[in-house]
């Protein structure tokens, strides 16, 4: 299985700032990389596929980027809606996997 | 637009079947792949396996020796079947849909339901 690492596992910031979010994979995944927000007691939601490219309704503020095996998350001006845990997932090869999360707390 | 919509016994006892479906409204369930997904707090997420439309799946080989997914084009919904469950198997549970680019052969989760929790318990 391919294993995917976030890091960092969480991290504080305040209104307004620029976060980013690593994820590195343990194999090549070319660009076969999503990233999703989830908020406490609530399901994922898809922000990113082909680790750069938005899913509808996503706003621009979100950013990926990467290929191979290392691969970011940015999120400008972070709001308070935008406080939640993040997780990258590869679908280069099955099964498929996901990173262990990056919580993103208000400072 | 599409929405998915789980449901199924929230507790099973252990050493039974735990048995899931997913209704999909909005859309129709033919050329996507659909996905059962679980999450908890030791094991976080954890892929269960997919249908396609035509009834081919591909599964977890953590799962396959006790996993089944069907899909019922008929009624527009897709079902999950975990046997011999644990405690291990509490979880929260939610099915996904996979699309893709046109012309690539690689597909990403785009839809999710909202999940349904799960308890193993006697």
């Known amino acids: 299985d391919i294993h995917l690492t976030q890091s960092p596992s969480s991290l504080s910031a305040s209104v307004g700032d620029r976060v980013t979010i690593t994820c590195r994979t343990s194999?090549?995944?070319?660009?076969?990389l999503a990233w999703f927000q989830q908020k406490p007691g609530k399901a994922p939601k898809s922000l990113i596929f082909g680790a750069s490219s938005l899913q509808s309704g996503v706003p621009s503020k979100f950013s990926g980027s990467g290929s191979g095996t290392d691969f970011t998350l940015t999120i400008n001006y972070v709001q308070a809606e935008d406080f939640a845990t993040y997780y990258c997932?590869?679908?280069?090869?099955?099964?498929?996997?996901f990173g262990g999360g990056t919580k993103v707390e208000i400072k | 637009q599409v929405q998915l919509q789980e449901s199924g016994p929230g507790l099973v006892k252990p050493s039974e079947t735990l048995s899931l479906t997913c209704a999909v409204s909005?859309?129709?369930?033919?050329?996507?792949?659909w996905n059962w997904i679980r999450q908890s707090p030791g094991r976080g997420l954890e892929w269960i396996g997919y249908v396609y439309a035509s009834g081919s799946t591909h599964y977890n080989p953590s799962f396959e020796s006790r996993v089944t997914i069907l899909v019922d084009t008929s009624k527009n919904q897709f079902s999950l079947k975990l046997t011999s469950v644990t405690a291990a198997d509490t979880a929260v549970y939610y099915c996904a849909r996979q699309d893709h680019r046109p012309r690539d052969y690689y597909y990403y989760i785009d839809v999710w339901g909202k999940g349904t929790t799960v308890t193993v318990s006697s």
């Open positions: 909005g859309g129709s369930i033919s050329q996507f792949y």
């Open positions: 194999q090549d995944i070319k660009n076969y």
């Open positions: 997932q590869q679908y280069y090869i099955y099964p498929l996997t």
